[in-house]
Structures are given as C-alpha cells and as structure tokens.
C-alpha cells in the first residue's frame, strides 16, 4: 500500500485484484471476492455493500441507498453514513462482474427480523456451520480479508496467528507443526 505518514492507505490496482483473489480462494466462491473488489474500486463501506440491493445495482452503476448495521447481533437496515446517498459509476470491468453477479444470484430476501431486502451478497451456509443471512464486519475481515492480505490466519481462543497457504483449488496447505513448507532450493 502507497502511504505517507499523513495519508490514508489505498491499495494499488494490482494489490486489490490479487487480495480479491486470495479472498475469492479462501471462501471458495467469487461472491466474497466482488465484495471486496467492489469497495475497493468505489469506496463503498463494508455496510453499504453488505445493504447492496438488487434494485439499486444498474449496468454500470451502483446506488447506495441503505446500509446494513449490525447492532448487538441484530442487522438493521439504516441510511449511509452522513445521509450520503449516492449513485457511483463502475469501471467497465466491474459492471461486467456485477452484471455476472446479477445473473448468477437467485433473487430473494433475507430472513433476518427487522428488515427484507433482496441483497446481491449473502453468505452461504455449510453443512454444521451457523451461518446468518449476513456477514458481520469484523467475522468477513478475520475469516477473509486479513489472511487474504497478510497471509495469515487470525489468532481466535487456542489458534495462535499462524502463516497459511492456500492452493488454487481454495483448500488450505497443511504445515506440519514447527515445519516449513518445502519449495525450491537455492543453488540446486
């Protein structure tokens, strides 16, 4: 990321696809990747995109209309930050994603109590798994973004903060316990 001491961090082009990437492998879809990829082109905030209705996602552009805000573990539906509705153009190639994500998305609303909407991003539930309707900020940025950007897993109860590797099928590599991973050797 490009700083100064006095700036805020932007990613670059390249940086932002290929963390749009490793989230895309590690959730095993490419829902969570345009998530990403969306407010790091727009600068959308995570609730403004987590609140994406379908209604409001038009060929090549986006409205930001409403904000889902969890609150105690409740999500409410709530208007942007500073009342800042807003249509935000997308760059072509985003269009064409969110075009693709409109199509692949069957239409439908939640089942959180309080609110409906027809969202474009909802996670999906596993088998075992207690999934809600919706990410929380701080379970997609622990489960996804962070170790999409610094390539390790967050530290939760007995897990320690430990580097991972994911192969291109999504599936974590192994590491054996003290072990490294084994790659080319130097001089070899």
């Known amino acids: 990321m490009e700083t ?12 932002a696809l290929t963390i749009a990437e490793r989230v895309g492998l590690l959730a095993g879809r490419w829902d969570e990747a345009l998530m990403f990829l969306l407010a790091a082109y ?20 986006i409205r930001v209309q409403w904000q889902l805000r969890e609150v105690r573990g409740v999500f409410i539906q709530a208007p942007p ?3 800042g509705r807003r249509t935000i153009p997308l760059p072509p190639f985003l269009a064409e994603l969110m075009s693709d994500q409109l199509r692949r998305t069957k239409p439908g609303t939640c089942g959180c109590e309080g609110h409906q909407g027809d969202y474009l991003f909802r996670p999906t539930s596993r088998p075992g798994s207690l999934v809600a309707d919706h990410y929380s900020r701080t379970g997609f940025a622990n489960q996804f973004f962070r170790p999409a950007a610094d390539g390790r897993l967050v530290k939760k109860g007995e897990r320690e903060r430990s580097r991972i590797m994911v192969d291109a099928d999504g599936r974590y590599v192994p590491r054996r316990r003290g072990g490294r991973w084994s790659g080319p050797r130097r001089g070899r």
């Open 4 to 15: 100064t001491d006095e700036e805020s961090r932007w990613f670059t082009p390249n940086q």
């Open 81 to 83: 930050k500073h009342n």
């Open 42 to 61: 727009t600068g959308m905030r995570f609730g403004e995109v987590r609140g994406l209705e379908r209604q409001y996602a038009r060929l090549g552009a």
